[in-house]
């Protein structure tokens, strides 16, 4: 995290000269995002569920940080549209059971929990964007996501299992508004109005009584909202 902020400054602050002429060259944008989600809270028909629920009465709890790379292509004065990379990492911090043979290849009669489940993603945003005025843009967004390394941290220990698993994670289409506060940085807000997601069978599973045992993906979705502060370069 301490990173993603350290480029993110740099990034901000290069001299001018080194990035480009004119409005016209800048075809790039590195941007940060932070991602604020309400929790997961279902629990299906796990016998404890009242208590973990009781002791968890926060709405708000899963998190994102993402850093990336677009390249703009701009056809006309108004309409512009993008595509690119970034690197992301969820965390949730509602405390849940999970399946540990997922990570260890072992079984076991106790029942584990995790406090901060994580998932380490890279992204493939596309968006279009309609100028609506001077500094105010109008934003259409789909966010493919490939997850690459999960992380349970179980409850009360110092233990962390972790493996690399790369697949599918999700696709998420946001609608929000641009705010250039300058000829080179901008402001973004975003709220996610969908998403497909391929169900986590690490923390979706028996241990829950989740009755989707043969499907594979979910369009639940958690009021989430994005926030972004963009760098043309």
Do not use: C
Request: aromatic residues 18%; without cysteine.
């Amino acid at each position: 995290m301490k990173n993603t902020i350290v480029i993110a400054i740099v990034l901000a602050i290069l001299p001018k000269p080194l990035l480009s002429q004119n409005d016209a060259d800048r075809k790039w944008v590195t941007f940060f995002s932070f991602g604020l989600q309400a929790h997961d809270k279902r629990l299906f028909d796990f016998p404890p569920k009242e208590a973990a629920l009781a002791r968890q009465p926060e709405t708000f709890g899963t998190y994102q940080f993402s850093l990336g790379i677009h390249r703009v292509f701009q056809p006309d004065r108004k309409i512009s549209f993008t595509t690119g990379i970034g690197f992301s990492t969820e965390v949730a911090t509602f405390s849940r059971p999970f399946e540990h043979y997922y990570f260890t290849g072992r079984g076991t009669y106790e029942l584990t929990w995790a406090n901060r489940y994580s998932k380490h993603l890279v992204q493939f945003p596309i968006a279009a964007r309609y100028k609506m005025g001077r500094r105010l843009g109008f934003q259409v967004e789909a966010v493919p996501q490939i997850g690459m390394w999960t992380v349970a941290k179980q409850n009360g220990t110092a233990i962390r299992l972790s493996k690399f698993d790369p697949g599918f994670y999700s696709a998420e289409f946001n609608l929000g508004l641009n705010y250039s506060i300058s000829r080179r940085i901008y402001l973004g807000l975003s709220y996610r109005i969908f998403q497909i997601k391929k169900i986590d069978k690490v923390l979706f599973n028996y241990i829950l009584r989740d009755p989707r045992k043969d499907e594979k993906f979910e369009t639940y979705n958690p009021f989430k909202l994005w926030f972004t502060i963009g760098y043309r370069m």
